[in-house]
């Protein structure tokens, strides 16, 4: 072929990068790879090893170390004997430690990128032009947050060791997402690899060593599924933070559920991308390739939803099908192409049975007519039109270059639309209208939202989802929290059972009996009957019956919480507005502390002291949760492109909270306080011996202008009433104080739709101290925060 000829077809020739250093590497270790444990490469006890193939050839490429519970014991016990030590380094050690991480990626960035596509199947140009300077990246943010911690995280302290489970999608991104933030705050960590993509993990524990991590700070325990499931079992971890399937995250929370571990889950997606009729619609066709061809869909918050306003539908269509044509498929070190191989050949297969199905079910396929590689696993770019939002397909999460799209005809519509999905990861909006894209930006179920742009990361912006796409944040200030837990917190001990009292009968006179009075629920804003029309009797410290209160049932929560998702005008309502109405409640309350203060000496047996300082305490909590409310705001990040990331704390929505038994207006307050603060609306379950502060409260409530349905008040036992709002599904999260069996209820109920949940384990809170029972660590619970991402410039 001449060079003439080049120019008139423009066609590109093969440019293939080199990968003759990955080739040795792989010899060097005769192409086989034991667990990383204390610093130095070890075989598997069993001697077993499985084997990980090259996804654009099917080759083998090594024999890996197949972990079993006798690896994953010594890689807890190195990680625990080094915990002690790398935590009590000065941040500044620290800070040097993951700087020289930060500069060893930097210095091996090529080999890592070959090993990464020859390894995973992806693009070289995306492993060398984003996964790998994103990593290094995080390793830089993350050593200032090490060099900061002593200051901005004073209050906190690690969590200990951490178990990490990471994907096959970007094994070595991924890797920085977790083991940055852990290492930089003074954890250390067992990571296991995904079974299909293990190498440059090891590759990367070689270089930590090379750089002078010191032994047990980082261990790689390779494996397959049950190797995982090892490490979430382990009794001498204290989180874990995973990262994969929907079903697998709500495996690890039923099987972690009352242990105390922390957990974050980064779960699937099926991401809506919104395009209006006044978007570029060029740049969205380039958004489109962006969000869900990269690393051929195989992208956890890939825009595989498109929807479309009605009037450019047709238009749209003909120009992303015609970009499609150009699209190049080929081999991952091919610098010249856009999609690789799909990372193995049971993940081809689950993509072309779902695309089938969806055909089947009424779409419309497109596939352009370009060639595939022979050998491996290829698929080519593929758009479905024609799509009902309740297909397979439109529903499901593919996880392949498939491209589902609808129409829309209004942004209500499109929101609508948008948000009817159980997941809730990521979404893109185009649109020239700022006002609109944010207006619908800010309605969106999602952890993260790009306007006229996707896929956009950065270490200094969280991400994470919410409802199925897991709960917590990898990135940012919110990120290093998940590795951390409030210093107030160490040390605490079980609360102590309380003693039920002896009823004693009442000896009947010819005195003129007490009117009988028995406190109703609170619904919606009025005092509503029990739906069983049982009651139960509350009882004083000395057994003597002092009133009576509704048994609460199923039914009713389900109209407590019906009459909470009515009061949806709270989330949406000003800082300002609900922070006076917080200073109302207080004034209010403040007017009747006599009052309470005898109810809880009554019930309690509290002197008059204590119970007044308790009220006094109540009272100055509602006055704390008054000045977070419009204090409690977002930051603006800066991440090293033209933009800006908003990160915007927003209420979680419907909030079920079980008070403790203990301090029972204070413990009220102390979770009710924050929730409503920020937003949410709440379905609370007071003491169970204890209700009657929280039924007088509702008398507070009714005179101090909260709408109706912000706050709901069940009576009732605990655990039944926990029970049924951790199983109902449109409770958003749950907040549990009490027994240890009540918090292990709550969290393996709540996986039904994976609701957040916050539960102290059976360990008291002191609620008179306000370092551990009021301000950021609560606020921080009762909120989600959203992402918005909004480049400018040409």
């Known amino acids: 072929m001449t060079v003439a000829r080049y120019f008139d077809e423009m066609s590109y020739g093969p440019a293939p990068e080199g990968d003759t250093e990955a080739r040795q590497w792989l010899a060097r270790h005769k192409g086989e790879f034991g667990h990383f444990i204390n610093g130095a490469f070890v075989a598997s006890a069993s001697g077993k090893t499985f084997d990980t193939y090259e996804p654009a050839t099917g080759a083998l490429l090594a024999k890996i170390a197949l972990g079993g519970r006798e690896d ?43 090993v990464e596509a020859i390894d995973n199947g992806k693009p070289i140009r995306e492993t060398r032009d984003i996964d790998i300077p994103l990593a290094a990246r995080h390793f830089y943010h993350h050593a200032g947050w090490a060099q900061l911690q002593e200051t901005e995280f004073a209050d906190q302290v690690p969590v200990g060791v951490v178990g990490q489970v990471i994907p096959w999608n970007f094994p070595f991104l991924m890797l920085a997402w977790k083991v940055a933030p852990a290492l930089a705050l003074g954890n250390t960590v067992i990571l296991k690899p995904a079974e299909f993509t293990p190498l440059t993990a090891l590759l990367f524990a070689e270089l930590a060593s090379a750089a002078g991590l010191p032994p047990g700070v980082l261990n790689v325990v390779t494996g397959e599924g049950e190797t995982g499931a090892l490490i979430v079992e382990h009794d001498d971890i204290d989180k874990i933070a995973f990262t994969g399937s929907t079903e697998v995250g709500r495996l690890i929370r039923e099987k972690i559920a009352g242990t105390g571990k922390s957990l974050t889950l980064e779960l699937g997606g099926k991401s809506p991308f919104i395009i209006f009729d006044d978007a570029d619609i060029d740049g969205a066709v380039e958004g489109v390739v962006d969000a869900i061809w990269f690393n051929q869909g195989q992208v956890c918050c890939a825009g595989s939803r498109l929807l479309v306003q009605e009037g450019i539908a047709p238009l749209f269509h003909e120009r992303l099908t015609r970009r499609m044509g150009t699209l190049r498929v080929g081999h991952p070190l091919d610098k010249a192409i856009d999609m690789a191989a799909i990372v193995a050949p049971v993940q081809l297969r689950r993509i072309e049975s779902l695309v089938a199905q969806g055909v089947t079910e009424g779409a419309s396929l497109h596939q352009p007519k370009i060639e595939l590689p022979k050998g491996g696993s290829f698929y080519p770019p593929t758009l479905l039109t024609n799509v009902q939002p309740t297909s397979i397909v439109a529903t499901e999460e593919i996880f392949g270059p498939v491209a589902v799209s609808m129409t829309f005809r209004t942004p209500e519509e499109a929101i609508q639309l948008a948000n009817h999905s ?79 009292p002896v009823v004693k009968a009442a000896a009947g006179d010819f005195s003129m009996p007490a009117l009988d009075r028995t406190a109703k629920l609170f619904i919606g804003g009025k005092q509503a009957r029990p739906d069983g029309n049982y009651s139960r009797p509350v009882l004083s410290s000395k057994g003597k019956v002092i009133g009576e209160v509704g048994e609460g049932n199923r039914k009713d929560i389900r109209n407590a919480v019906v009459a909470a998702q009515a009061a949806s005008a709270w989330s949406s309502a000003t800082t300002h507005n609900r922070a006076q109405i917080l200073y109302y409640i207080a004034e209010n309350l403040s007017g009747r502390a006599a009052e309470f203060a005898d109810r809880i000496a009554a019930m309690t047996g509290a002197s008059a002291a204590g119970a007044r300082a308790e009220v006094d305490a109540a009272i100055a909590r509602l006055f704390t949760y008054g000045a977070w409310a419009d204090k409690y705001e977002g930051v603006v990040h800066q991440p090293p492109l033209r933009g800006v990331a908003l990160a915007m704390p927003e209420p979680q929505g419907v909030v079920g909270v079980i008070c403790p038994p203990e301090a029972p207006l204070l413990g009220f307050i102390s979770l009710v306080a924050p929730l409503i603060a920020v937003g949410n609306r709440v379905v609370a379950v007071p003491s169970e011996q204890h209700p009657l502060a929280a039924t007088d409260f509702y008398s507070v409530l009714e005179t101090s202008d909260v709408p109706a349905g912000v706050v709901n008040i069940v009576t009732g036992s605990a655990v039944e009433l926990a029970k049924t709002l951790a199983a109902h599904n449109d409770v958003d999260a749950l907040w549990a104080f009490g027994s240890p069996e009540l918090s292990t209820l709550v969290e393996k109920v709540s996986v039904g739709n994976l609701k957040r949940t916050f539960v102290d384990y059976g360990k008291a809170i002191d609620w008179m101290d306000r370092t551990a029972a009021e301000g950021p660590a609560f606020l921080r619970r009762a909120v989600d925060v959203k992402n918005i991402w909004i480049p400018y410039g040409e």
Not at 81 to 103: N, V
Not at 463 to 471: D, I, P, T, V
């Open 72 to 114: 994953v014991s010594s890689a807890v016990a190195a990680a625990r004997k080094a915990q002690g030590a790398w935590a009590k380094l000065p941040g500044h050690a620290r800070a040097r430690h993951l700087y020289a991480l930060a500069r060893m990626i930097q210095r091996h960035a090529r080999l890592i990128a070959v």
């Open 422 to 500: 159980r997941y809730g990861l990521a979404a893109s909006i185009w649109s020239e209208t700022i006002g609109l894209a944010l207006h619908v930006a800010a309605k969106l179920a999602a952890g993260v939202v790009w306007v006229n742009a996707t896929n956009l990361f950065d270490a200094a912006a969280g991400f994470g989802g919410k409802r199925e796409s897991g709960f917590g944040r990898e990135g940012g200030r919110e990120g290093c929290y998940e590795y951390l837990k409030p210093k107030a917190w160490v040390g605490r001990k079980l609360r102590a059972v309380p003693a039920e």
